[in-house]
């Protein structure tokens, strides 16, 4: 209906502009760090889109749809922008209920869960050349997302405590950053469909219960 499409439109905002700087080193505060990074996808250009049917919406109306979104247990939908550096998603904690994504939320492709770090190299997405590597982890216990490191062929976080100073990782705590096209078609559309996805598990899992 209109009034979810206009309700998923109206979780978005325009991605921020950083002021111009010098790359981040490692010297940096954590806080500058995310500061200062940079969008990593390709900025939004809605000529880009084709202007028909459901995929024309958020072209024609002229907005950033970011780079996809979250949809919280409690519902609410987080847009989702995809950022150079090690800390790619920054802090990942829900608008409305200040929780930490988990995994009985909803996430469009750039934030994919992947089953294992450990059998995730078999996959043909491992090997694609990137710029950064395109996997990273969440910390259950802070929200903070770490960017991996590629070590001998395998997927490696040991590099990246985090400055939290918990062990704050469990299953549905890895992700693999993927595309954010499929999303930028249709907005609306892919936002309702997680929506949806949330609430029939959600339901599995208290019929399950009962």
């Not at 978005?12 to 790359?23: G, Q, V």
């Not at 996808?41 to 970011?66: F, K, M, N, Q």
């Not at 800390?87 to 869960?113: A, H, M, Q, V, W």
Request: glycine share 8%.
């Amino acid at each position: 209906t209109f009034s979810i499409i206009s309700k998923a439109l109206n979780a978005f905002r325009p991605r921020p502009t950083s002021p111009e700087c010098p790359p981040i080193v490692v010297s940096q505060g954590l806080q500058e760090q995310l500061d200062y990074a940079q969008p990593a996808e390709p900025v939004w250009h809605a000529a880009e889109y084709e202007c028909a049917g459901a995929e024309s919406l958020g072209a024609c109306l002229r907005i950033d749809t970011g780079d996809g979104i979250w949809v919280c247990c409690c519902g609410h939908e987080n847009p989702l922008v995809h950022y150079q550096g090690a800390f790619p998603f920054k802090y990942l904690k829900c608008g409305r209920c200040d929780r930490i994504l988990c995994p009985n939320c909803r996430t469009s492709e750039i934030l994919t869960p992947i089953q294992s770090i450990t059998t995730e190299v078999l996959e043909d997405r491992f090997n694609k050349p990137a710029d950064e590597v395109r996997y990273c982890r969440v910390c259950r216990a802070c929200g903070l997302t770490h960017r991996a490191a590629i070590d001998g062929g395998q997927i490696d976080f040991s590099h990246a405590p985090c400055p939290c100073g918990k062990v704050g990782t469990e299953d549905g705590s890895y992700f693999h950053i993927g595309e954010v096209d499929a999303w930028r078609r249709d907005p609306p559309a892919r936002a309702v469909e997680l929506s949806l996805a949330r609430t029939m598990a959600a339901s599995m899992r208290y019929m399950e219960k009962q």
